[in-house]
């Protein structure tokens, strides 16, 4: 079975930059799509950022395109989401996501639709 287990979530001031970790075990061989999704309270949740299992075909949000960046260490079995010049409205649980199939084509989701696996989140909050 597929696990992910998130790490690395913080307070910070606005401006600031946070580097976002997800673990991978179990047998991944057969995952095709990994993701980092965000929920404030209040509010739905939200697709930050995506690629294909091998790092191909990022893809990002728009509210955080240019600050964010999805990679990943395959030997470790690691996924990355580095977050830079970090807003308030930033502040969200951040989850990572997996899931074996791409669908039209990309992994990218707006809501989480079509992810089944999901670690149990890591909180990041920005202050004025």
């Known amino acids: 079975q597929v696990q992910l287990v998130e790490s690395g979530g913080g307070s910070v001031q606005t401006g600031g930059s946070l580097r976002l970790s997800c673990a991978a075990s179990?047998?991944?061989?057969?995952?095709?799509?990994v993701a980092w999704f965000r929920q404030a309270p209040g509010k739905e949740r939200e697709g930050v950022a995506s690629?294909?299992?091998?790092?191909?075909?990022?893809r990002y949000g728009d509210s955080v395109k240019g600050r964010f960046t999805i990679s990943q260490d395959g030997a470790k079995n690691l996924l990355y989401l580095q977050m830079n010049s970090l807003r308030p409205e930033d502040t969200a649980m951040y989850y990572c996501?997996?899931?074996?199939?791409?669908?039209?084509?990309?992994?990218?989701?707006?809501?989480?639709?079509?992810?089944?696996?999901w670690g149990q989140g890591t909180q990041v909050t920005v202050s004025s």
């Open positions: 996501a997996a899931r074996y199939r791409i669908w039209a084509g990309s992994c990218f989701s707006t809501t989480g639709q079509y992810y089944g696996i």
């Open positions: 179990g047998d991944i061989r057969n995952i095709n799509c």
């Open positions: 690629m294909n299992a091998d790092g191909s075909n990022t």
